[in-house]
């Protein structure tokens, strides 16, 4: 990383160094050197460690194959300080400085004629192995260790490279391509959203029109009809009666079905507590060692089952209550059906008698005006809390007026809350991250799968990520779309083009998909490269769980070289 | 599951725990134990041990039926020939030829035969057509023939009291006593009583019998009592275990004995358990086994730790030590063996020469079938024993030197590219290493010698990309072959004849990896012949000159078999039943891969690279085991370093654990601890299970990946030290590490210490970290007069029989040099140990407290059988005061390639000496004197820097670049 990271500092200070850096310091370069470090190398009798001036050396001790300079500038050219790093066992004799132990220099310096210059590191240098992918001039094994001999292959490799990536460059010319169009469907799809939203607010409206309107009219319906209701009297005693016969016939036809379910229930539970025991057996004495897949999946599957919240366990409390429900009704429990079937109306709504029955007693003439202003004074009295309304639910008869003023104000409350929140949906999704130019949208709910053995895989772009098994067997989910995110990588891409490269890439964080067992929840992390179409390159499991997904798709494709992964062409601009 | 490993203190969260146990902790880690068997479950040590008792109960060892009659003691030749008689209660008599051979190097070997056995004299039951002899195979297997010869000027007097004293060995001063009746043997060096057998007189051969049918008395269901004169035969015949009927058709064969030893307190040995590397006792007495330790070679994945249990090797080698003396006790026997180990102390007033209390150990060998053959082995020291041990069974190969690198395994690797990628990504993240591995599934179906054509389409090209760096792959082959028509090894395994047989005498089939399945009988010579003509590169395909073998499920291992390996009645080359040889089994079949490996091309001749998981007295000698199927937990990583200890003491020190543990996955914390002390394995592999996660040491990032990084660098940095060790293993027998007690045989208080250990000859002394969140830890330093120094900053501690706390923190390996060695390293780290071939050595040089030092290193091409013909180095460094810094060559003789290697290696040089402890007296002084032999020169100065050290740690001086020869004699001054 601390080398990495100083060679990409390096191959920046190079750009603005070489074009300062007279062309004819090169010749005198101790071998290994970088042309931006010829600067420190151009004493003839002593040198001073590149980090430490204070420190030096004589000349003749420059590249003698040993390690003089505590941060291994003296050995430009050879293996000698390739010690320094602090990934090897500190001694003090060997690294005297503890802390901070960084090698001054990137690595030793291929020159490349005929492709491109290059370090490599330097424990590759003088060990025996010729390293032409970055050293195509073999220039790292100078001292022939044990007769090796490395041929200097730049024209061949440097041809092949540029072949490559004239290739390469017409890939991302298509990929571009590709992208623009993705763009633009997208700009499309965000163009229609936008136009939606307008759409849905001039509909709102008018849907709060609507429901104003269809409460007024329920409203007046509703006021003329009670005032009816009063005319035409209250139900017929016995019709109740009727009723709760029918009520008592179902209501034990439930309560026999109900006892039935439950011992049926019973038994059932049994059974399933037998195969738990039994699937606990088997988890515990099977033999992992033996990974015989039918029983791991077994294993598994039971182990996703354990984990699971059950839904409908019974408590005790819960079967009480069953028990209480389950016994016959009469006096002490349930209802009284007695009661129910012997009596009438009379009892109820005996107030309201009362004030219809006195205006019965006045002449004729007075009756109407006596019954308008009962009613008015009964509306009021309802209005005010006073009186109970029986007009609508101690009733079973409404009239068809109100009910269908009420279905009319209901669809129209409906209609806008749904309206409202197709509203909201559209705004948010607005609003929501769809990547640099909104491009995802263009890809969303896009599908794309990948055979990868025992498992087909499935990205659902801003949807779901899956693991389909092919021997059977449920999909699992492996995560749903939460988030943008952006990783940097460093890997690297085969001759198609395949791969994530170097560099800061785009993620698509997906979480909370299926829980695993003495585990998280199933998550998925997809890395985005640059690729004409949308491809699954490969899947990984890094972590229990947590997978890793490698995609090529055009939506994140750059006009520059964004993917190129070589440490021979992050040289290329030198 | 960590849960059941966990302790909880204190009453209530015991019964918490074990209720929580009950209801929620599937023993998902933890061996099964139902398919091993106790003791209680052996029929043969069921009865040796109620003998042992009877025997014990009576109080009178003197009442063993077993006598010699000196009417048939004969000497020839330095052998010792007799007849045993065993007179039953019935007074039956069995006769049982002795020999006892007396060995030029001191050793004695007792055999016991059985007469009628051996004339073949008996019926066999249910119509086997086994063997009737007792088996007499082993020694073919484990002994090399060296060693053997033996001593025709022992001394042999005979008197009338009935014993018969032999004095042989060098200068006659070992001596045996025979006494005839009872029989027994005690053996003596130097005067002092050191080893008795038959001393409690608990041995037992048990004689061949016919089964008589007894009568069944009618409407009596119930067996009538037993007589005094009868014997129980409740386990003589057929024998069930776990619904596996052993047909038994030979009935009771076993044999047993006791062999005491006095004065011991401590045996080591008998690998392999996961138990202290000190013994523990096995019958009574508080935290005492209540099982014999067990050897019968099975999987036991998940093993338990403290246990006696059987694992998956057996060699049945005793090292006991006491201050001044060792002796060993190899019980040369192929069958299931348990052995029993007490201890007794004496108390002052007995007649030991008037010395206080001590204490003997008695052991009590059982054996289910066999001959009795038994070495007794007498030394001063545990590296005499180790090379007598060796000098029988041979040494340890010396392997090639990548497989002292770093290996990385995972069951497994999915693909050639999955391959590649990690190859490549150790070198992006710069992390040395030397081998990658591939588990089972790299066949196409668990068909050895057929890739997986779907997920390695290419492994031509795979290998090739490893070879670059020198890097090698691991395959894994296994001896069961899948039972399946058209599969043309299995046909020719059938059509040669050349499976293991059922009892019947057909094919045995089992159950392994691939279900049904055959077994290679590697004990028949056509057999391996066969095996051999499998591997040529233009046979197997996809495998060339770096691919390399690994040899698992040897024991054998059969899924659902009794004790999960074969029926002991099934049938082997020549008809000996599987019980008489099953712990050898796995050696034969390393054997035969290892033969195999030798002939894959013609004018190819490099030394094979083989791990095995099953072994015996000998695997030694054909490569690298380990301790199989462990767990992710900090308690394995514990019990990891007295099993590999264990190794090296019972003469097969090329071992290791898997790094990270098999099953489950390890914290970070544990795995980073875990590589620090792997990386001072012998073999250091890491190694997982399919269903961990992924954890290749670049996969944890910060901290943990650059830590682990250096630990492996460590290794890399050392490695010219360890292969110098592997080459003293392998010409002297001495363990790789080697335990406080044999690197101190004097300093009784580190007889037990089994969590410390010292790399070969060179003074390191390691202590790894093996409990989490510990930042230091003590270490036992033995009173020697030395001081020890800090690998890393050469803190000074001084050695007075005394535990030191050092420090710890995570990034920090706890390793010391002590004082007096010179320790040569390599400090380029490179990708892989083959590219550092050519890399120049820096020597560290640790005074000692008398200004001398001492080291040596050996070299050699580490691939070809060259170096047995001279192609190697070997030097020794001898520091002295006045003389200065010399190499000498301690090759006695040179071969007919030993100028041309000299050539090769000629621009090898010394870059860099380190002097550690370096005197006050060089403060100042600029430059040393150089001289090396044939230079043209006469001297040249190098120049010397002295640094003052201070703040508890010591002075140190650096002589930059002497450029002197790795293969030159030379000599350094520094006044």
């Not at chain 1, 300062?20 to 003839?44: I, L, N, W």
């Not at chain 1, 204070?54 to 500038?73: E, T, V, W």
């Not at chain 2, 954890?695 to 250096?710: K, N, V």
Request: net charge negative; charged share 25%; glycine share 8%.
């Amino acid at each position: 990383m601390t080398v990495s990271a100083a060679l990409l500092l390096l191959s920046l200070t190079a750009v603005v160094r070489c074009a300062a850096d007279p062309r004819s310091s090169e010749s005198t370069r101790p071998r290994g050197v970088g042309p931006e470090f010829a600067k420190f190398y151009k004493s003839p009798t002593e040198f001073s460690c590149i980090s430490s001036p204070l420190h030096k050396i004589p000349i003749s001790q420059l590249n003698d194959d040993y390690c003089d300079c505590p941060d291994g500038s003296d050995e430009p050219g050879t293996s000698a300080c390739s010690h320094i790093s602090l990934l090897s066992p500190n001694t003090s004799s060997v690294n005297p400085l503890t802390d901070n132990i960084t090698l001054a220099l990137p690595g030793f310096y291929c020159k490349n004629k005929g492709h491109i210059p290059s370090y490599v590191p330097f424990n590759s240098v003088n060990d025996g192995k010729c390293d032409h992918t970055h050293c195509c001039d073999g220039s790292d094994e100078w001292q022939h260790v044990g007769g090796t001999t490395c041929p200097d292959k730049c024209k061949e490799i440097g041809k092949e490279w540029r072949k490559k990536d004239d290739v390469r460059k017409k890939a991302l010319g298509l990929a571009m391509k590709r992208k623009k169009e993705l763009v633009a469907e997208a700009a499309n799809l965000r163009h229609l959203a936008m136009s939606r939203v307008d759409e849905l607010e001039i509909k709102l409206k008018s849907a709060e029109e609507k429901l104003k309107e269809t409460e007024k009219v329920l409203e007046e319906t509703e006021k003329s009809e009670k005032s009816k209701m009063v005319r035409g009297g209250v139900g017929k005693a016995g019709r109740a009666g009727i009723l709760a016969g029918l009520a008592k016939a179902r209501i034990e036809e439930l309560r026999t079905n109900l006892v039935e379910v439950r011992k049926q229930r019973d038994a059932l539970s049994g059974q399933l507590k037998e195969l738990e025991t039994t699937l606990s057996a088997l988890k515990e004495e099977y033999n992992p060692n033996f990974n015989d897949e039918g029983a791991k999946r077994a294993v598994r599957a039971w182990e996703d089952y354990a984990a699971r919240d059950k839904q409908g366990v019974w408590e005790a409390a819960k079967d009480r209550d069953l028990d209480e429900i389950s016994k016959p009704d009469d006096e002490s429990n349930g209802i009284n059906w007695v009661e129910w079937e012997s009596g009438d109306d009379s009892t109820t709504g005996e107030a309201e008698s009362i004030l219809y029955g006195l205006s019965a007693y006045a002449p004729p003439s007075l009756r109407v005006w006596l019954d308008s202003k009962i009613t008015s004074f009964r509306t009021l009295l309802i209005e005010s809390g006073i009186l109970a309304d029986n007009s609508g639910s101690s009733s079973s008869v409404e009239s068809p007026a109100v009910t269908t003023a009420r279905s009319k104000r209901d669809s129209a409350k409906t209609s806008l809350t749904n309206t409202q929140s197709d509203l909201n949906n559209a705004k948010s999704d607005l609003e929501r991250d769809y990547g640099a130019d909104d491009v995802f949208r263009a890809l969303k709910d896009k599908c794309i799968t990948k055979d990868s053995g025992e498992y087909i895989y499935e990205l659902c772009f801003l949807g779901s990520t899956k693991q389909k098994p092919k021997k059977g067997g449920g999909d699992t989910n492996m995560g749903n779309f939460v988030s943008i995110a952006s990783e940097y990588v460093d890997s690297d891409v085969d001759a198609e083009g395949k791969g994530l490269g170097v560099g800061e890439r785009v993620v698509l964080k997906y979480e909370n998909g299926q829980h695993c067992w003495n585990g998280p929840t199933r998550s998925t992390v997809v890395l985005l490269a640059c690729s004409a179409q949308e491809e699954i390159w490969r899947i990984s499991e890094s972590e229990k769980c947590v997978y890793r997904m490698e995609v090529g798709t055009a939506a994140v494709c750059e006009p520059d070289d964004g993917k190129e992964t070589k440490r021979t062409a992050e040289k290329d601009e030198l | 599951m960590a849960c059941f490993r966990t302790r909880p203190a204190g009453w209530f969260s015991i019964i918490l725990f074990i209720s929580l146990f009950t209801l929620f902790c599937h023993p998902a880690g933890s061996v099964k134990h139902k398919d091993f068997k106790t003791c209680e479950q052996s029929g043969f040590c069921t009865r040796n041990r109620r003998l042992a008792d009877s025997v014990t109960a009576q109080g009178d060892p003197y009442l063993s039926p077993y006598h010699i009659d000196p009417r048939t003691l004969k000497v020839t030749n330095g052998q010792l020939e007799a007849i045993v008689t065993k007179t039953t209660l019935t007074k039956e008599t069995f006769t049982f030829p002795l020999l006892i051979s007396f060995l030029d190097s001191g050793v004695a070997r007792v055999t016991l035969n059985e007469d009628k056995r051996q004339r073949g004299q008996i019926d066999l039951r249910h119509g086997s057509t086994a063997r009737k002899e007792r088996y007499n195979g082993a020694a073919a297997w484990a002994l090399t023939g060296d060693g053997l010869k033996t001593n025709a000027n022992i001394k042999v007097a005979t008197d009338e009291q009935g014993f018969s004293k032999v004095a042989y060995g060098p200068d006659n001063r070992y001596e045996a006593t025979i006494r005839h009746n009872p029989f027994g043997i005690e053996f003596r060096k130097d005067g002092q009583k050191r080893v008795k057998l038959n001393d409690r007189g608990f041995l037992n051969m048990e004689h061949w019998r016919p089964k008589i049918e007894k009568p069944q008395v009618e409407g009596q269901d119930a067996q009538a009592p037993l007589t005094s004169l009868e014997e129980d035969e409740g386990t003589w015949w057929d024998e069930t275990f776990n619904g596996n009927t052993d047909s038994k058709p030979r009935g009771p064969e076993s044999m047993a004995m006791d062999i005491t030893l006095f004065g011991y307190e401590h045996v080591y040995g008998l690998a392999e358990h996961a138990s202290p590397l000190s013994l523990k006792q096995t019958r009574g007495g508080e935290g005492s086994y209540d099982q014999p330790y067990r050897m019968f070679n099975s999987d036991v994945f998940e093993y338990d730790l403290d246990s006696p249990m059987t694992l998956y090797g057996s060699i049945p080698f005793m090292q006991a030590h006491q201050k001044g003396c060792t002796t060993g006790i190899f019980w040369l026997n192929g069958a299931e063996t348990w052995v029993d180990v007490t201890k007794s102390k004496s108390t002052a007033n007995s007649l030991t020469m008037g010395l206080g209390g001590h204490v003997d150990t008695q052991t009590h060998w059982m054996s289910e079938s066999g001959l009795l053959d038994v070495f007794v082995m007498m030394a001063s020291e545990p590296a005499d024993l180790s090379r007598l041990y060796g000098e029988l069974t041979g040494y340890s190969q010396l392997p090639q030197s990548f497989a002292i690198g770093y290996h990385q395994s995972r069951w497994n690797y999915v693909s050639d590219e999955d391959v590649k990628d990690v190859d490549r990504k150790f070198d992006k993240h710069d992390i040395p290493y030397d081998v990658i591995w591939l588990d089972l599934e790299w066949t196409n179906g668990k068909r050895w010698f057929q890739w997986d054509e779907h997920s390695f389409p290419d492994p031509i090209s795979m290998n090739k990309q490893l070879d670059e760096s020198h890097r090698k792959l691991v395959i894994l082959t296994d001896p069961h072959i899948k039972s399946e028509g058209g599969y043309n090894i299995d046909d020719e395994l059938k059509s040669q004849n050349l499976a293991v047989k059922n009892k019947n005498g057909n094919d045995y089939d089992g159950w392994c990896w691939p279900g049904s399945s055959h077994w290679i009988d590697s004990f028949s010579p056509a057999a391996r012949t066969w095996w051999k003509s499998l591997f040529p590169y233009d046979k197997f395909k996809g495998t060339m000159s770096n691919v390399w073998l690994w040899n698992d499920m040897n024991e054998p291992s059969v899924f659902g078999g009794p004790d999960m390996t074969m029926p002991r009645d099934n049938l082997h080359h020549d008809k000996w039943e599987h019980r008489d040889l099953h712990n050898i089994y796995g050696l034969t079949f390393h054997n035969a891969t290892y033969h195999a490996l030798l002939e894959r091309k013609k004018g190819e001749i490099l030394r094979p690279f083989v791990l095995t998981r099953s072994f015996y007295a000998g695997s030694q000698r054909l490569g690298a085991m380990w301790t199989g199927d462990n767990l992710a937990e900090w308690s394995h990583l514990q019990a990891s370093i007295p099993m590999t200890l264990n190794q090296g003491v019972s003469g097969f020190p090329f071992a290791g654990a898997d790094v990270g543990g098999f099953f489950g996955n390890p914290s970070k914390e544990l795995q980073t601890r875990w590589y620090q002390a792997g990386a001072f394995y012998p073999f250091f592999r890491a190694h997982a299970h399919i269903d961990t996660r992924r954890r290749e040491p670049y996969l944890l990032g910060e901290p943990y990946t650059p830590i682990m990084a250096q630990a492996i660098k460590l290794r890399y940095q050392l490695l010219p030290a360890w292969y110098t060790a592997f080459h003293e293993a392998s010409v002297d027998g001495s363990p790789i590490v080697r335990a406080q007690y044999y690197v101190h045989p004097s300093d009784e208080k580190g007889f037990a210490v089994d969590d410390q250990f010292y790399v070969g000859s060179t003074g390191l002394l390691v202590k790894p970290v093996t409990a989490e969140g510990s930042t230091n830890v003590d270490i036992y330093l033995a009173p020697d007069g030395e001081n020890y120094y800090d690998y890393f900053d050469y803190t000074i501690h001084a050695g007075v029989g005394k535990t030191v706390q050092i420090d710890a923190p995570l990034e920090k390996i706890p390793l010391l040099m002590q004082g007096g060695h010179i320790i040569p390293r390599k400090d380029r780290p490179r990708r892989s140990s083959g590219l550092m071939k050519w890399d120049p050595y820096t020597l560290i040089v640790v005074l000692g407290k008398d200004g001398k030092a001492k080291g040596s290193l050996y070299v050699d091409d580490g691939e070809t059988f060259d170096f047995q013909q001279g192609a190697f180095i070997h030097r020794q460094f001898v520091f002295e005061p006045e003389d200065g810094l010399r190499s000498v060559d301690l090759a006695a003789r040179k071969g007919p390639k030993t100028a041309d290697y000299l050539k090769v290696m000629k621009d090898v040089r010394v870059e860099r000496i380190i002097v550690v402890n370096a005197p006050g007296s060089w403060e100042g002084q600029q430059s040393v004197r150089v001289v090396e032999e044939g230079a043209k020169s006469g001297s040249t100065n190098a120049p010397l820097s002295w640094h003052a050290g201070g703040d508890g740690k010591a002075a140190w001086a650096v002589i930059r670049d002497p450029r002197v020869g790795i293969g030159r004699d030379w000599r350094i001054v520094f006044s």
